[in-house]
């Protein structure tokens, strides 16, 4: 599956972005899906993870109350609705596909996706 993730910026802090990960090749609906971000001197983390029906989601504890993760399968995409942003979420996404949201949670990685790149100034 190809994955192409799209809606980053520059933010101001408070402010919200909406990520979009297109998919395509494989059944959208045999995945479940995640986002994780890289910030600059960091390592890849784990943000958050939706399961394939949409039953189930993980988010980072940093994130719980101001992320938000949906699917949509008759447009095979995943959205992360970002509010409330922080400097702290300043950082390259990346979305990723995997067997389980659980999975995706530890790492589970079988596709990812480009980043982009999401800004959030103080």
């Known amino acids: 599956v190809q994955l192409q993730a799209s809606g980053g910026g520059l933010v101001q802090a408070g402010g919200s972005l909406r990520l979009s990960c297109a998919a395509s090749?494989?059944?959208?609906?045999?995945?479940?899906m995640g986002w994780f971000r890289q910030a600059p001197g960091k390592e890849r983390e784990f943000v958050v993870a939706?399961?394939?029906?949409?039953?189930?989601?993980y988010y980072a504890d940093s994130v719980k109350g101001r992320f938000t993760i949906s699917r949509d399968s008759a447009k095979n995409t995943v959205y992360l609705q970002m509010n409330s942003l922080k400097p702290e979420d300043t950082a390259v996404y990346y979305c990723?596909?995997?067997?389980?949201?659980?999975?995706?949670?530890?790492?589970?990685?079988?596709?990812w996706g480009k980043g982009t790149q999401v800004t959030v100034s103080s």
């Open positions: 939706i399961s394939r029906n949409s039953g189930g989601t």
């Open positions: 090749g494989r059944t959208f609906s045999s995945y479940a």
């Open positions: 990723a596909a995997g067997g389980a949201a659980w999975a995706l949670r530890s790492g589970g990685v079988d596709y």
